[in-house]
Structures are given as C-alpha cells and as structure tokens.
C-alpha cells in the first residue's frame, strides 16, 4: 500500500519559515520524482517545486529562492524548505510521488500552511 504523508504545515507570520515533509512507503523511493503542490482557496492546484531521482530540481517562479525541495534516500522522504513565507504563500500543500518507470503518480492527503498575522 503506497502512502505519502505530509507534515510540517501550520500558522506562520509573514516572513517566517516552515519545514514541511513528506514520509513515504510502498514505493521504491530511488526511481519516484518528488514534487510539491499547493492549492489556496478558489484557485487552480499549482506545481511548487520537484526534485528528480538524480537530485534536479525545479520551481515555480513565485517561490524561486524562498523555497528549497530536497530528499533524503535514506528515510524515503522528501522535504520543502520555505522562507519568507507571504501571505500568499497560503495554501493546503501536497506532496506527489511520479514513477520515471511507468509516470504512474500519488499523492499525498495535503497540509495546511497559513500565513497570516
């Protein structure tokens, strides 16, 4: 049974930081690439940040710089590392996990992260 769970997300002030994680299982972690989305209210599910098996990453150009994704091949895990979090940074963020093998992809149940004073 795959599973991906998120964890990390919370209330922060603007200009603040949060870790967010994401632990995986069922899957062979080294052949997944990771990604991060978010979706705020009323508005489109946006791609955040991916990290292939190889460690390539890419980012939205809103969170370029604020934002780092990484991996941890030991743990099967997948981090989004956030800084000078904005208001608008709010959102319910969702982990994904895509087979280069076969591109089949999971996700994962969501987090919140709020921004606000």
């Known amino acids: 049974q795959v599973q991906l769970v998120e964890s990390g997300g919370g209330l922060v002030q603007p200009g603040g930081s949060l870790r967010l994680s994401c632990a995986t299982s069922?899957?062979?972690?080294?052949?997944?690439?990771m990604g991060w989305y978010r979706q705020a209210p009323g508005k489109e599910r946006e791609l955040v940040a991916r990290?292939?098996?190889?460690?390539?990453?890419n980012y939205a150009d809103s969170v370029k710089v604020r934002y780092t994704i990484s991996r941890d091949t030991v743990k099967n895990t997948a981090y989004l590392q956030m800084y000078s979090l904005k208001p608008e940074d709010t959102a319910v963020y969702y982990c994904?996990?895509?087979?280069?093998?076969?591109?089949?992809?999971?996700w994962g149940q969501g987090t919140q992260v709020t921004v606000s004073t």
């Open positions: 994904t996990a895509q087979s280069v093998r076969d591109f089949t992809e999971y």
């Open positions: 069922g899957i062979i972690f080294s052949i997944h690439t």
């Open positions: 990290i292939s098996p190889g460690g390539s990453t």
